[in-house]
């Protein structure tokens, strides 16, 4: 059986759940990149000792769960560290993607992932959907989502690569800009994609 994978990304308050969560309804089945991600970090010994040998075995505790708020404190101020990390985890959780969606059995696999782009997954895909808003609305909706302040918001979106840049490395964009509905979105991704597909 042929499959189609897709990666869908966007920015802090794009909606990219919402768009994950309309194709599961749909019989899709989603990757959801970040929340793998942490199970991958606790699990998979290869990784955790890599992640020991740079940032010290002080950052799992005693019952091998992450010690996230040192970790954190770590890396927080050293790109170079970052980076190191990243050239860690994000190969482990490309392999896991994979490794997973040859077990679905779909036509069409998605995997949600923020960082779609910058951790390399999004050459693991066949095409890559950008769930895009404005930033003032992306920021109005994380700073509800997560009951912080805009100042916390702007920092952590210029920490993220730029949504307009997303937006042109991106295969396919959906507009969740509160005024274009979603839904017929999505049917009309589902079937560009089905019919692409049937040409190749």
């Not at 919402?18 to 019989?27: E, F, P």
């Not at 970052?82 to 959780?93: D, E």
């Not at 050459?123 to 109005?140: E, T």
């Amino acid at each position: 059986m042929k499959k189609t994978l897709i990666g869908i990304t966007g920015g802090i308050g794009s909606g990219k759940s919402i768009v994950s969560n309309i194709l599961q309804i749909k019989g899709i089945p989603v990757y959801n990149a970040d929340d793998e991600s942490k199970r991958i970090i606790i699990t998979d010994e290869s990784l955790k000792s890599e992640l020991i040998q740079i940032l010290g075995k002080e950052i799992y505790f005693a019952d091998g769960s992450l010690n996230r708020k040192l970790m954190a404190e770590k890396i927080f101020h050293d790109k170079n560290l970052i980076t190191q990390v990243n050239h860690i985890i994000h190969p482990a959780v490309g392999k896991d993607f994979c490794r997973w969606a040859e077990t679905q059995n779909s036509t069409i696999i998605a995997t949600e992932c923020a960082l779609l782009f910058e951790s390399g997954l999004n050459k693991r895909v066949d095409y890559s959907i950008m769930v895009y808003a404005p930033l003032p609305i992306r920021i109005q909706r994380a700073m509800q989502r997560d009951n912080a302040t805009q100042e916390q918001i702007e920092a952590r979106i210029k920490n993220q690569m730029d949504d307009e840049k997303k937006r042109d490395l991106a295969d396919f964009v959906i507009m969740n800009d509160n005024r274009t509905a979603i839904l017929p979105q999505i049917n009309q991704l589902l079937s560009d994609l089905t019919s692409v597909d049937t040409l190749k």
